[in-house]
């Protein structure tokens, strides 16, 4: 019996994620060759049913991340896993830009993940965003820390650079 249990989490896990990638397509389609989505959907297929394995097959319950695990830094950010649910570990990178308002605002972009629970490990941010996972995440709340790190000065510094590339990229454009 517990086994039949079993089976419904995992349709039911197995419905949700082909329900996210449908979207995620739907939204995507156009930035990919069909031939890209093909491989990559493989590839993810094939992870989500070794990371499926592991959790239903195998004793899990030493993999929960701890708060110890990993210092979250501005490298890594934490991610709902979309087979299992548990915290896993997203690597990328945060950057600030500028908001509507001209204000700073912080930025995680995601460019893989993995779980300790269940083991799924995406490699790429192709894969991270067609299981659903955001394409970015708002860090704006820890500017105090970003400011600690890199000084009070870092928002205007970024400006400063940032029109300067706008301005060398436009003059770029219009000499073509």
């Known amino acids: 019996m517990k086994d039949e ?4 989490n995992q349709e039911e ?29 493989t590839s993810i297929k094939r992870k989500v049913e070794d990371a499926l394995g592991n959790l239903f097959n195998k004793d899990t319950s030493n993999n929960i991340i ?3 695990d990993k210092e979250i830094d501005w490298d890594h950010y934490r991610g709902k896993c979309p087979v299992c649910d548990y915290p896993g570990m997203l690597t990328g990178v945060t950057e600030m830009i500028e908001g509507d308002d001209d204000s700073p605002v912080l930025l995680f972009f995601p460019e893989s993940f993995y779980c300790k629970k269940c083991g799924l490990s995406l490699d790429n941010q192709d894969e991270v965003i067609f299981l659903g996972l955001d394409k970015d995440c708002n860090r704006t ?3 105090p820390k970003w400011f600690d790190d890199f000084g009070e000065d870092s928002y205007e510094k970024h400006k400063k650079a940032y029109k300067e590339f706008v301005k060398d990229w436009i003059g770029v454009i219009g000499k073509e």
Do not use: H, P, Q, W
């Open 5 to 8: 249990g079993f089976k419904i």
């Open 13 to 41: 896990i197995v419905k949700r994620i082909e329900d996210v990638i449908r979207k995620t397509y739907i939204e995507y389609s156009d930035a990919y060759e069909e031939d890209e989505i093909k491989n990559m959907l």
């Open 141 to 143: 709340k820890e500017l």
């Open 66 to 68: 701890s708060d110890n």
